[in-house]
C-alpha cells in the first residue's frame, strides 16, 4: 500500500468538510476520484498534499504518517501535486518553470526539459516562451510535467481536463495512460468518459463522504453506470 | 444563574469602579477628566471601524483633527455658538466620511490601512500649511465661545457634565447600533464578506454607512476638544497620533463598547501620569503594543470576558 | 530647469533603493512593514557614529553602517514577521509600527532628538550642460541605476530571483515542487533591509537625519508602493521616479507642498485605480 487515508475529517473554520473519509491508492496505480462540484474531492487531495491538515484521522505514505506535514516536505518526499484552473508560473519561461521543479530535488534540467519533450512534441517550440501565453491544454502538459520532475511516486492531479477541447482531452488522456505504469496517481476529475478510459480504482464523493469504492473491471468501464452513483 | 448575574454585576463592577476614577480624578482636575472622557468618544468612533469591521485604519486623527477645525472655523468665521460648531464639526467629519469613504471602504487589509495614512497626510498638509492663512497654520486658533446662562462651557462642571452625557450617549447609540441587525451585518462583513454579499447584500453599502458613522463620531470628539480647549491646532490631525487611539482600541478590546471606553481610559492614564515616573514611556507604549499583538489580543474588556466565561463553564460542570 | 531634473533623480533613486525591500515583503508576505523605516533609520545613524571610527573614509563607514544594520533586520524578520505572518496580518503590521516605536525611542535615547550633522561626502559640484549639481547626487542616481539593473538580472536569471517571482505569484505551487518559499521570503528581506539602510546612508548626507526620519520614508513607501503596485518590481522603479520627479518639481514651486503632492498623488491613483488586498 502507497498510500493510506484512514479516518480523516476535515474542517474549514468550524464547519466540517469530509466526514470519515478513507481511501487506499496502491503502487503504479491510476485512481480517480469522482463526485458532483462541492463533494470535497479537492479537500481529500489538498489534505493528502499537506496544504490541509485532518482535525482527526491519518494519511500514511509508504509506511509515513504525513498528516499534518508541510507541504514542501511532503512533495520531498515524492508527492507532487498538480492544482485545478492550471496555473503556471507566467512570468517565467517554460524552461524556467522546469528549472524551479528540478531545483530542490537537485535534478538535472536538460533531462527535464528532454523529458518534456517526449511527452510532448509542441513543448520544443514552447521551451523559450514566457509560461503565459500558452494555451490552456498546453498549460497543463506542462504542469504535468513539471511534476514528474525527479521521478515521484505519487501524483496528486485536480480536475486536468475540465475547460478544454475534446482533442486536447485525449492528449492529456494519452499522457496520463503513458505515465500510469511508472508511477502512482490520484486524479480528480468530471469526465467520465475519461476517468472509465484510464482508472485502476474509483472512490465516489459526495458531500464529503466516500460513498462508493468501485474496483471491478467492468463496472469502471461503464461511464453510464458511474453517473448513475453520483 | 449566581454566575450570569455575577457577569452583568462584574460590568456593573468594572462601570461603578470608571465612574468612582472619575468622580476621584474631578477632585484633582476636571480639565484632564474631561479630557479621558471626549478621548474615549473618540476611542468608539474608531472601534465601529476596527473592532466591529475589523479594519485598521492609521489615519483616523484626520477625522478628529476636521471635527475640530470644522468648529473652530465656525467658531471663527460665524457665530461662536458651542452647539452650531458641535454640528458643523460633525458634519465635516461626515462630509470626509460621504467622500473618502467609497474609496477607502473598497479595500481591506495593509491597503486600507495605507490609504487613511494618504488622505491624513493630505488633511494636515492643507491645515498645516495650505489654508494657514485660515487655520492659523503650525499656532492654530484660539477660540471664545458664546454662553447662555447655565449652558456655559466656560464652566470647566457645565462642561464636565456635558462630555459625559454626550460619552454615555455615544456609548448607548453605540450599543443600540451593535445589537442591530445592521450590528450583525457588520460582524458578518468583518468574517466573511464574500458570503454576505453572495447572499444578496450590498456590503459596500453598509460599510460606507459604517464608515460614515466613524468619522462622524469622531469629529465629534474633535469639536468637544475645541470647546474643552479654547483651541484648535494642527496635531489634532497629526498622523503620528494615530498610535494613541490604536493603542487604546487595542488595549481596551476591540469590538465591544466598554472595550473601547476602559481603553480610552487606560490610554489617557498612561500618557497622563505614566509619562511623569517613565520618560521613555513611549518606548512603553511601544512595548505594549507588541505584547498586545503577540498575545494580549482582546485587551482588558476581552481577558475579562473570557475570565468570566471560563467560571460559568466550570460551574455549569460542576452543577 | 535641469537641476529640477537631476534632484528629482536624485530623490528617486533613493525611494527606489528604500521602496524595493519593502514592496516586496508587501507583496510577498502582504505585510506593511513598518519596520523597514527603522532599518532606513539606522543606516544614517549609524554612518554618522561610524565615521569617526573610520576616520572619515565614507566608503568604509558606509559598507560598516550596512553590515550593522543586518542583525537589526534579522531579529526583525525572525521574531516578528515570520511569527505573525501568515498567523494575523493586522497585528503583524500593528508589531512592525510597534518595533519601528521603540526603535525610534532608543535612537532618540542614544543621539537625542534633534538632527545630527552628516554632510555631503565629496562636496564638489559636478558640470553637466548649463547646470552645477553636487557630485555625490550624481553618485547616487548612478548607483540607482546600478542596483535596478543589478536587480533585474538577478530576479530574471538567478534561481532565487526566479525562486521569489514564482512565490510572488503562487506560494502554493512553489510549495508543491518542495521549494521551503519562506525561507527565500526570508532572504529576500534581509535583501530588501540592507537597501533600505543603503537609503539611509545615501541620503542622510543631504537631507536632515533625525530620530523620526524612519515614519517619513516609510510613508512615501507607501505611496511608491501603491502607484507602482504591490511586489511589482519594475512598477516600484518607475513609480519612484515619477514620485521623486513629483517632489523635486513641486519642492521648486512650494516647498513644503512636496510631501503633501506625493500623498495627493497617491489618493489620485487610488480613486482611478482602486486596489483589493
Given at each position: 500500500m502507497l498510500l493510506n487515508v484512514d479516518a480523516i475529517h476535515v474542517h474549514y473554520g468550524s464547519a466540517q468538510v469530509l466526514h470519515d473519509v478513507s481511501i487506499n491508492v496502491k503502487e503504479r496505480e491510476l485512481t480517480c476520484i469522482v463526485g458532483r462540484n462541492g463533494a470535497g474531492k479537492t479537500t481529500l487531495l489538498k489534505t493528502i498534499g499537506g496544504f490541509l491538515k485532518p482535525t482527526r484521522g491519518t494519511v500514511t505514505f509508504e509506511g509515513r504518517a504525513i498528516s499534518g506535514m508541510r507541504p514542501d516536505k511532503v512533495a520531498l518526499l515524492g508527492v507532487k501535486y498538480v492544482f485545478q484552473d492550471k496555473r503556471v508560473f507566467g512570468d517565467l519561461t517554460v524552461r524556467d518553470n522546469m528549472e524551479l521543479a528540478a531545483y530542490p530535488i537537485k535534478a538535472n534540467v536538460d533531462e527535464a526539459v528532454e523529458r518534456l519533450f517526449s511527452i510532448s512534441e509542441k513543448m520544443k517550440r514552447l521551451?523559450?516562451?514566457?509560461?503565459?501565453?500558452?494555451?490552456g491544454g498546453e498549460r497543463q502538459i506542462l504542469l504535468i510535467g513539471r511534476a514528474l520532475v525527479g521521478s515521484p511516486k505519487l501524483l496528486l492531479i485536480d480536475e486536468p481536463t475540465e475547460g478544454l477541447a475534446a482533442i486536447v482531452i485525449n492528449d492529456i488522456a494519452r499522457i496520463l495512460m503513458e505515465t500510469k505504469g511508472r508511477l502512482s496517481m490520484i486524479v480528480v476529475e468530471q469526465n467520465l468518459a475519461i476517468v472509465s478510459r484510464m482508472a485502476d480504482r474509483i472512490y465516489i464523493m459526495k458531500e464529503g463522504n466516500i460513498i462508493r469504492e468501485i474496483t471491478d473491471e467492468a463496472e469502471i468501464r461503464d461511464p453510464a453506470y458511474i453517473e448513475s452513483l453520483l | 444563574m449566581l454566575l450570569k448575574k455575577l457577569s452583568n454585576s462584574l460590568t456593573f463592577a468594572v462601570a461603578v469602579i470608571m465612574i468612582g476614577f472619575i468622580v476621584f480624578a474631578y477632585s484633582a482636575s476636571v480639565n484632564k477628566v474631561t479630557d479621558f472622557v471626549i478621548f474615549c468618544i473618540y476611542v468608539l468612533g474608531f472601534d465601529v471601524l476596527y473592532g466591529h469591521m475589523g479594519r485598521i485604519s492609521f489615519g483616523h486623527t484626520l477625522y478628529l483633527g476636521a471635527g475640530a477645525y470644522g468648529a473652530a472655523m465656525c467658531a471663527k468665521y460665524l457665530v461662536p455658538d458651542p452647539f452650531l460648531a458641535m454640528a458643523v464639526g460633525i458634519g465635516a467629519g461626515a462630509a470626509l466620511g460621504l467622500i473618502l469613504g467609497p474609496i477607502a471602504v473598497k479595500t481591506k487589509g495593509a491597503a486600507f490601512a495605507l490609504i487613511n495614512v494618504a488622505f491624513n497626510q493630505i488633511g494636515y498638509f492643507i491645515v498645516l500649511v495650505a489654508l494657514a492663512h485660515y487655520t492659523g497654520g503650525e499656532d492654530g486658533v484660539s477660540l471664545d465661545f458664546n454662553s447662555y446662562g447655565f449652558v456655559d462651557f466656560r464652566n470647566v462642571h457645565f462642561l464636565f457634565a456635558f462630555c459625559l452625557a454626550s460619552l454615555v450617549a455615544v456609548y448607548w447609540l453605540m450599543h443600540r447600533l451593535y445589537g442591530s441587525a445592521f450590528g450583525a451585518m457588520l460582524l458578518g462583513i468583518k468574517e466573511n464578506e464574500t458570503r454576505v454579499r453572495f447572499l444578496g447584500y450590498n456590503t459596500q453599502a453598509y460599510k460606507l454607512v459604517a464608515f460614515i458613522i466613524s468619522t462622524s463620531v469622531s469629529a465629534f470628539a474633535g469639536s468637544l476638544f475645541v470647546i474643552n480647549y479654547g483651541f484648535a491646532n494642527p496635531s489634532f490631525m497629526d498622523p503620528a497620533r494615530n498610535v494613541e487611539v490604536i493603542f487604546a482600541a487595542l488595549i481596551g478590546g476591540p469590538g465591544t463598547e466598554f472595550g473601547a471606553v476602559v481603553g480610552g481610559t487606560a490610554y489617557m492614564v498612561i500618557s497622563n501620569y505614566l509619562a511623569k515616573y517613565i520618560t521613555r514611556w513611549e518606548m512603553f507604549l511601544g512595548v505594549a503594543l507588541l505584547i498586545i499583538a503577540f498575545g494580549?489580543?482582546?485587551?482588558i474588556m476581552g481577558y475579562v470576558r473570557e475570565l468570566v466565561d471560563k467560571r460559568i463553564k466550570a460551574g455549569a460542570i460542576t452543577k | 530647469m535641469l537641476e529640477v531634473i537631476a534632484y528629482g533623480l536624485t530623490i528617486g533613486g533613493i525611494l527606489y533603493i528604500v521602496s524595493i525591500g519593502f514592496s516586496l515583503t508587501f507583496g510577498s508576505m502582504?505585510?506593511?512593514?513598518?519596520?523597514h523605516g527603522l532599518v532606513y533609520a539606522v543606516g544614517a545613524y549609524a554612518l554618522y557614529a561610524l565615521l569617526p571610527v573610520t576616520n572619515g573614509n565614507f566608503v568604509l563607514a558606509a559598507i560598516l553602517a550596512i553590515l550593522a544594520s543586518l542583525p537589526v533586520s534579522y531579529v526583525i524578520e525572525k521574531f516578528v514577521i515570520r511569527r505573525l505572518y501568515g498567523k494575523s496580518i493586522d497585528y503583524a503590521i500593528i508589531a512592525s509600527y510597534a518595533v519601528l516605536l521603540i526603535g525610534v525611542d532608543i535612537i532618540k535615547w542614544i543621539w537625542g532628538a534633534s538632527p545630527v550633522p552628516l554632510s555631503d561626502p565629496v562636496g564638489v559640484n559636478a558640470r553637466f550642460f548649463t547646470m552645477e549639481i553636487p557630485f555625490y547626487r550624481v553618485i547616487i542616481i548612478a548607483l540607482s541605476f546600478v542596483i535596478f539593473i543589478a536587480l533585474s538580472v538577478f530576479f530574471k536569471k538567478s534561481i532565487i530571483g526566479k525562486i521569489v517571482i514564482a512565490g510572488l505569484a503562487d506560494r502554493e505551487a512553489v510549495l508543491s515542487?518542495?521549494?521551503?518559499i519562506d525561507k527565500y521570503f526570508a532572504i529576500v528581506f534581509l535583501l530588501g533591509s540592507a537597501l533600505a539602510s543603503l537609503g539611509g546612508i545615501l541620503y542622510g548626507p543631504i537631507s536632515t537625519v533625525h530620530p523620526y526620519m524612519g515614519f517619513r520614508i516609510v510613508t512615501l513607501c507607501f505611496a511608491v508602493v501603491i502607484v507602482g503596485g504591490m511586489g511589482n518590481l519594475r512598477g516600484t522603479a518607475i513609480a519612484s521616479y515619477v514620485l521623486g520627479m513629483v517632489m523635486a518639481v513641486t519642492a521648486w514651486y512650494w516647498g513644503a507642498a512636496a510631501d503633501a503632492m506625493i500623498f495627493a498623488v497617491m489618493a489620485g491613483v487610488l480613486i482611478f485605480r482602486p486596489i483589493e488586498v
Amino acid at each position: 500500500m502507497l498510500l493510506n487515508v484512514d479516518a480523516i475529517h476535515v474542517h474549514y473554520g468550524s464547519a466540517q468538510v469530509l466526514h470519515d473519509v478513507s481511501i487506499n491508492v496502491k503502487e503504479r496505480e491510476l485512481t480517480c476520484i469522482v463526485g458532483r462540484n462541492g463533494a470535497g474531492k479537492t479537500t481529500l487531495l489538498k489534505t493528502i498534499g499537506g496544504f490541509l491538515k485532518p482535525t482527526r484521522g491519518t494519511v500514511t505514505f509508504e509506511g509515513r504518517a504525513i498528516s499534518g506535514m508541510r507541504p514542501d516536505k511532503v512533495a520531498l518526499l515524492g508527492v507532487k501535486y498538480v492544482f485545478q484552473d492550471k496555473r503556471v508560473f507566467g512570468d517565467l519561461t517554460v524552461r524556467d518553470n522546469m528549472e524551479l521543479a528540478a531545483y530542490p530535488i537537485k535534478a538535472n534540467v536538460d533531462e527535464a526539459v528532454e523529458r518534456l519533450f517526449s511527452i510532448s512534441e509542441k513543448m520544443k517550440r514552447l521551451i523559450d516562451s514566457k509560461a503565459k501565453g500558452l494555451s490552456g491544454g498546453e498549460r497543463q502538459i506542462l504542469l504535468i510535467g513539471r511534476a514528474l520532475v525527479g521521478s515521484p511516486k505519487l501524483l496528486l492531479i485536480d480536475e486536468p481536463t475540465e475547460g478544454l477541447a475534446a482533442i486536447v482531452i485525449n492528449d492529456i488522456a494519452r499522457i496520463l495512460m503513458e505515465t500510469k505504469g511508472r508511477l502512482s496517481m490520484i486524479v480528480v476529475e468530471q469526465n467520465l468518459a475519461i476517468v472509465s478510459r484510464m482508472a485502476d480504482r474509483i472512490y465516489i464523493m459526495k458531500e464529503g463522504n466516500i460513498i462508493r469504492e468501485i474496483t471491478d473491471e467492468a463496472e469502471i468501464r461503464d461511464p453510464a453506470y458511474i453517473e448513475s452513483l453520483l | 444563574m449566581l454566575l450570569k448575574k455575577l457577569s452583568n454585576s462584574l460590568t456593573f463592577a468594572v462601570a461603578v469602579i470608571m465612574i468612582g476614577f472619575i468622580v476621584f480624578a474631578y477632585s484633582a482636575s476636571v480639565n484632564k477628566v474631561t479630557d479621558f472622557v471626549i478621548f474615549c468618544i473618540y476611542v468608539l468612533g474608531f472601534d465601529v471601524l476596527y473592532g466591529h469591521m475589523g479594519r485598521i485604519s492609521f489615519g483616523h486623527t484626520l477625522y478628529l483633527g476636521a471635527g475640530a477645525y470644522g468648529a473652530a472655523m465656525c467658531a471663527k468665521y460665524l457665530v461662536p455658538d458651542p452647539f452650531l460648531a458641535m454640528a458643523v464639526g460633525i458634519g465635516a467629519g461626515a462630509a470626509l466620511g460621504l467622500i473618502l469613504g467609497p474609496i477607502a471602504v473598497k479595500t481591506k487589509g495593509a491597503a486600507f490601512a495605507l490609504i487613511n495614512v494618504a488622505f491624513n497626510q493630505i488633511g494636515y498638509f492643507i491645515v498645516l500649511v495650505a489654508l494657514a492663512h485660515y487655520t492659523g497654520g503650525e499656532d492654530g486658533v484660539s477660540l471664545d465661545f458664546n454662553s447662555y446662562g447655565f449652558v456655559d462651557f466656560r464652566n470647566v462642571h457645565f462642561l464636565f457634565a456635558f462630555c459625559l452625557a454626550s460619552l454615555v450617549a455615544v456609548y448607548w447609540l453605540m450599543h443600540r447600533l451593535y445589537g442591530s441587525a445592521f450590528g450583525a451585518m457588520l460582524l458578518g462583513i468583518k468574517e466573511n464578506e464574500t458570503r454576505v454579499r453572495f447572499l444578496g447584500y450590498n456590503t459596500q453599502a453598509y460599510k460606507l454607512v459604517a464608515f460614515i458613522i466613524s468619522t462622524s463620531v469622531s469629529a465629534f470628539a474633535g469639536s468637544l476638544f475645541v470647546i474643552n480647549y479654547g483651541f484648535a491646532n494642527p496635531s489634532f490631525m497629526d498622523p503620528a497620533r494615530n498610535v494613541e487611539v490604536i493603542f487604546a482600541a487595542l488595549i481596551g478590546g476591540p469590538g465591544t463598547e466598554f472595550g473601547a471606553v476602559v481603553g480610552g481610559t487606560a490610554y489617557m492614564v498612561i500618557s497622563n501620569y505614566l509619562a511623569k515616573y517613565i520618560t521613555r514611556w513611549e518606548m512603553f507604549l511601544g512595548v505594549a503594543l507588541l505584547i498586545i499583538a503577540f498575545g494580549f489580543r482582546k485587551g482588558i474588556m476581552g481577558y475579562v470576558r473570557e475570565l468570566v466565561d471560563k467560571r460559568i463553564k466550570a460551574g455549569a460542570i460542576t452543577k | 530647469m535641469l537641476e529640477v531634473i537631476a534632484y528629482g533623480l536624485t530623490i528617486g533613486g533613493i525611494l527606489y533603493i528604500v521602496s524595493i525591500g519593502f514592496s516586496l515583503t508587501f507583496g510577498s508576505m502582504k505585510i506593511v512593514n513598518f519596520a523597514h523605516g527603522l532599518v532606513y533609520a539606522v543606516g544614517a545613524y549609524a554612518l554618522y557614529a561610524l565615521l569617526p571610527v573610520t576616520n572619515g573614509n565614507f566608503v568604509l563607514a558606509a559598507i560598516l553602517a550596512i553590515l550593522a544594520s543586518l542583525p537589526v533586520s534579522y531579529v526583525i524578520e525572525k521574531f516578528v514577521i515570520r511569527r505573525l505572518y501568515g498567523k494575523s496580518i493586522d497585528y503583524a503590521i500593528i508589531a512592525s509600527y510597534a518595533v519601528l516605536l521603540i526603535g525610534v525611542d532608543i535612537i532618540k535615547w542614544i543621539w537625542g532628538a534633534s538632527p545630527v550633522p552628516l554632510s555631503d561626502p565629496v562636496g564638489v559640484n559636478a558640470r553637466f550642460f548649463t547646470m552645477e549639481i553636487p557630485f555625490y547626487r550624481v553618485i547616487i542616481i548612478a548607483l540607482s541605476f546600478v542596483i535596478f539593473i543589478a536587480l533585474s538580472v538577478f530576479f530574471k536569471k538567478s534561481i532565487i530571483g526566479k525562486i521569489v517571482i514564482a512565490g510572488l505569484a503562487d506560494r502554493e505551487a512553489v510549495l508543491s515542487l518542495g521549494i521551503d518559499i519562506d525561507k527565500y521570503f526570508a532572504i529576500v528581506f534581509l535583501l530588501g533591509s540592507a537597501l533600505a539602510s543603503l537609503g539611509g546612508i545615501l541620503y542622510g548626507p543631504i537631507s536632515t537625519v533625525h530620530p523620526y526620519m524612519g515614519f517619513r520614508i516609510v510613508t512615501l513607501c507607501f505611496a511608491v508602493v501603491i502607484v507602482g503596485g504591490m511586489g511589482n518590481l519594475r512598477g516600484t522603479a518607475i513609480a519612484s521616479y515619477v514620485l521623486g520627479m513629483v517632489m523635486a518639481v513641486t519642492a521648486w514651486y512650494w516647498g513644503a507642498a512636496a510631501d503633501a503632492m506625493i500623498f495627493a498623488v497617491m489618493a489620485g491613483v487610488l480613486i482611478f485605480r482602486p486596489i483589493e488586498v
